[in-house]
């Protein structure tokens, strides 16, 4: 039975998983001959000690943050949204399609437009698994699966086929026109005073995460629809013993999930690449699953997830870069993350059950 406070279920057994995993992680670097200490040592430095750093860190979070949402709001209707991949990847074509087809003149009008082009292209892409699901039983987590595979061949054809400039070798798109270059961190906080380095590829993505966070907080917890969400994901009978239809929860859910996947494209299509290109997504749909379940599915969780995944990624980069140690390790490293902080967080769940219980006993 549940007896932890739920400060302690969202915070501090994550963070324990996540202690124990870089112990191990450790082990693992000095097996292959590198000091453990100087590692993460690096790996803080170089992620976290500079502007320039953490520009690329929260760059990655930026991702993360929206992959991780997108398959939060799956969950509390208890629909697991393995698709973020491919969603991902059809709302930068829709960022692409925006970005290319209107003679922009300021960036703020055409990152709104953007934004609600990947959020519609992401959504109309996890609205056919979902379809599926309601109304002939489909596993939702097979057909995301498929999508991904489909997405990602589907924009190779347009990209070699259709997008690609004439004379171009490269599947891409053209660089978006010039008015479209979103303000980064530097061009943000410049103007209060605040030193940010320009190399970083953040920009005002990040905001909108954040913004984000807040809003699905709000319809999750706050809202009659997010209610009958979570009433359903907790219990399906008694959802529908309360009227609450099935096709419609499954359908909602997996639109919001598969827009908020999509407004990752916001980030690394419009913000960093400027240009639609093969695998932008670089992996972010599925680091999203890891997210979520770290953060238990809460936006304030998710977004500490998220910064602790970005400050991974950056500070692997940088490991690769000074040391012989692989960037292959840092997959090893989320591996353990997620293994510590999902499969075996019992592990970690019954001491401190015990702990409490003892200490509550105590003061009674």
Known sequence: MEVLPKWVDTVVIPLIGVLISLLFSGVI???????????????????????????????????????????SVAFHARMFNIGGEGQAAIGGLGVAIVCLSFGWT???????????????????????????????GSHIVITTIMFNFIGASLLNYLLVNVMRPTGSMDPATQKFPE?????????ILEPIGISFSKAGPANIS????????????????????GYQLRAYGHSESAAKYAGIKP?????????????????????????????????STEGAGFIGIAVALMGRSHPLGVLLAALLFG????????????????????????????????????MVRAPLNWLWLKSRRGVS
């Open 29 to 71: 670097i000095l097996l292959i001959g590198e000091n453990p200490i100087d590692a993460l040592s690096l790996m803080i430095t170089g992620a976290l000690g500079s502007t320039y750093g953490w520009g690329y860190t929260l760059y990655y979070a930026t991702n993360f943050i929206f992959t991780g949402l997108a398959v």
């Open 106 to 136: 300021h960036w703020l009008p055409a990152l709104l437009a953007a934004t609600l082009g990947a959020a519609v292209f992401g959504a109309l892409w996890a609205a056919i698994p979902a379809y599926l699901q309601g109304k002939y």
């Open 179 to 187: 008015a479209t270059s979103l303000p980064t961190l530097h061009d």
């Open 206 to 225: 990040f905001l909108i995460a954040l913004i984000a966070c807040v809003l699905v907080w709000i319809f999750i917890w706050h809202t009659r629809l």
């Open 247 to 279: 096709f419609k929860i499954i359908m909602v859910s997996m639109l919001i999930s598969g827009a908020l996947a999509g407004m990752m494209a916001t980030n690394n299509v419009m913000g960093e690449a400027e240009r639609l290109i093969m695998n």
């Open 311 to 346: 400050f991974l990624y950056q500070g692997g980069a940088e490991l690769a870069m000074w040391t012989t140690i692989p960037r292959e390790l840092i997959v090893v490293i989320q591996a353990l993350v997620i293994l510590f902080t999902g499969a075996l967080e019992n």
